[in-house]
């Protein structure tokens, strides 16, 4: 149980266009969803936590307008990457609380690069 | 302040050999400590971790930490690395619903 998927795993795109990544939870609802990213040889930098229903909390120092975070289901958070430039290339990944724990697990991520 | 310290970077260790991983954190109330590893290109997997009780945890693929509340610690050990091991292993901590603080990771490198 508590699987969590990410989609795309890969994601190519020109600078300027927008990219959308998924994060779902697959056997659990998740109210609470966080989004990290993650750049090569380095840890995890929280981006945002995303609420079920309501507006996502963005850490200090990351764009709300660039980085626009969607929770509109129990099972289903979006992360759009606006207008990306390739300094937005890195790897992105999505975790959530499983039901009814206190462990949070992880998608697979999504390496996005921008030309 | 909330802050988790991994202090080796990286490691390198022969396959058979033991191998132990440090991790201090810092956290303002009882913590949640989570040990995680991830492969290149992949997730984060959870190995194991430590809400309360017993201080030595098993997790696994064979392996064990040990919250020492008096060190700050939850170091994470297995006596015999596999070369399947080689990996990066992040530490981190939290409390339900919050969000976790990770430490930098420490690489592993297993040797034949």
């Known amino acids: 149980g508590a699987v969590v998927s990410q989609h795309p795993s890969r994601v190519i795109c020109k600078s300027g266009t927008s990219v959308k990544i998924e994060c779902r939870s697959l056997?659990?609802?998740?109210?609470?969803m966080f989004w990290y990213r993650q750049f090569p040889k380095q840890s995890l930098m929280l981006m945002a936590t995303s609420n079920e229903g309501s507006k996502a909390t963005y850490e200090q120092g990351v764009e709300k307008d660039k980085f626009l975070i969607n929770h509109a289901s129990l099972t289903l958070s979006t992360l759009t990457v606006t207008s990306a430039h390739p300094e937005d290339s890195s790897f992105y990944i999505c975790?959530?609380?499983?039901?009814?724990?206190?462990?949070?697990?992880f998608g697979p991520g999504t390496r996005l690069t921008v030309l | 302040a909330q802050s988790v310290t991994q202090p080796d970077i990286h490691i390198t260790v022969s396959e058979g050999a033991s191998l132990e991983l440090r991790c201090n954190y810092s956290y303002g109330a009882t913590p949640y400590l989570f040990w995680y590893v991830q492969s290149p290109g992949q997730g984060l997997q959870l190995l194991l971790k430590?809400?309360?009780?017993?201080?030595l945890v098993q997790g696994i693929k064979g392996f064990e930490a040990e919250f020492k509340r008096s060190q700050s610690s939850f170091n994470l050990r297995k006596p015999s690395v596999h070369w399947s091991d080689a990996a990066e292993y992040f530490c981190a901590v939290g409390r339900t619903g919050n969000q976790f603080y990770f430490g930098t990771g420490t690489s592993l490198t297993v040797i034949p």
């Open positions: 975790s959530a609380y499983g039901q009814g724990t206190d462990t949070q697990y």
């Open positions: 430590y809400f309360s009780g017993d201080t």
């Open positions: 056997d659990f609802q998740a109210t609470t």
